[in-house]
């Protein structure tokens, strides 16, 4: 049975965060590490934090306990002594997520895919400025150990490459990472359009059909393919990092860093994540084990899921903001996009201080 983890919200009194700490050892007796010895810089440490009374802030955060950061929150124990109040709210996807910083039912976002930030700024029915936006990107999350998406054809096709599939159809979510990816792919193996057919369904939707025989191949999500070869359907022949840069991002809704106590704890909150993301890397024993529990997955591909967690925090730089753009003129091209964007008006570096990207 799934844990609920629907509108948590974290007391960060002194006694709310001896109690978590004290919870927080894990079945095997290793103990959650402090925020201050995590490797990762202390939140106060940050220049916008540094100064600010936080003591009357909460934040609403939307997480997905589909993915590791959000089934640890707990555990990990980096959250105990926060500052301010946090309000974990579950969300089911990007676009809901979205949705919701959008309308501002909740103040941050904790991991969204990139072709929803981008499709909701070109697609809103009023065009966003850089006063205006109601959504900002605060941060930027590579996953260099996972794919991200994946092209699954059936386990005993004669499809071996990109290419074979000319005259196939394949399965994919219209306006995702998976469309992007995909949409490189075919296009580097030659084929033209039309040569595959393509048929757009929900990702739930999408693996009823493969697994029905309906379409040839599928464009899963990295954990969703390895459970498709798991259960002898499928075959992986092609992943979207062979491609790109798979990455994900934070977002703050629009106005809420205005206020110099909530621009702080934001800042601090980037932290935690970061330092969250450096106890999953150290668990991923753990990981595994909640993924064996939780998804059945088979122990090995519990552990190259659980490694395909672990995110590393890059600043918003010139790289980021090419990746969004060339996501944005991409489903333009494909007609997702309705309007030209230049997704620079929606980013907010300020948080950037400190980070180095890793060569």
């Excluded at 290793?30 to 600010?52: K, R």
């Excluded at 071996?160 to 005259?167: E, F, I």
């Excluded at 394949?170 to 998976?178: E, F, H, I, N």
């Amino acid at each position: 049975m799934r844990r609920s983890l629907l509108h948590l919200t974290l007391a960060v009194s002194a006694t709310a965060a001896v109690a978590l700490a004290a919870c927080s050892d894990d079945s095997s007796g290793t103990t959650s590490t402090p925020l201050a010895s995590s490797g990762v810089p202390s939140a106060t440490d940050d220049t916008t934090a540094s100064s600010i009374d936080m003591s009357g802030v909460s934040l609403k955060v939307a997480i997905s306990t589909e993915n590791a950061l959000g089934m640890f929150i707990e555990q990990s124990g980096v959250y105990a002594d926060a500052p301010y109040d946090i309000e974990w709210v579950q969300m089911s996807g990007s676009n809901e997520t979205i949705e919701a910083v959008n309308a501002g039912a909740v103040d941050v976002a904790a991991s969204v895919q990139v072709p929803a930030v981008v499709l909701a700024q070109a697609n809103s029915t009023q065009p966003w400025t850089a006063d205006d936006a109601p959504i900002r990107v605060v941060a930027g999350w590579d996953i260099l150990a996972s794919p991200g998406f994946v092209l699954v054809v059936r386990a005993d096709s004669d499809i071996q490459t990109v290419a074979d599939l000319r005259g196939r159809t394949v399965s994919l979510a219209k306006g995702a990472w998976g469309q992007f990816f995909w949409t490189d792919a075919r296009t580097q193996a030659g084929l033209a359009d039309g040569e595959v057919e393509e048929v757009f369904l929900s990702a739930t939707d999408g693996r009823t059909a493969f697994r029905a025989g309906q379409v040839d191949a599928v464009i899963a999500g990295h954990r969703s393919g390895l459970t498709l070869q798991d259960e002898g359907i499928g075959r992986i022949i092609a992943s979207a990092d062979e491609y790109s840069t798979y990455m994900t991002l934070s977002l703050a809704r629009g106005g809420l860093l205005d206020d110099p106590a909530r621009a702080a704890a934001v800042g601090d909150l980037l932290q935690r994540m970061a330092a969250e993301d450096r106890w999953i890397d150290d668990h991923n024993d753990i990981v595994a084990e909640q993924f064996i529990a939780d998804f059945d997955l088979t122990p090995a591909t519990a552990e190259i899921a659980a490694r395909g967690e672990v995110r590393t925090r890059v600043p918003l730089d010139d790289q980021v903001i090419a990746l969004l753009q060339e996501v944005a003129d991409t489903f333009l091209s494909l007609g997702s996009a309705k309007t030209q964007t230049d997704v620079t008006i929606i980013i907010d570096d300020r948080f950037n201080e400190g980070l180095v990207r890793q060569t």
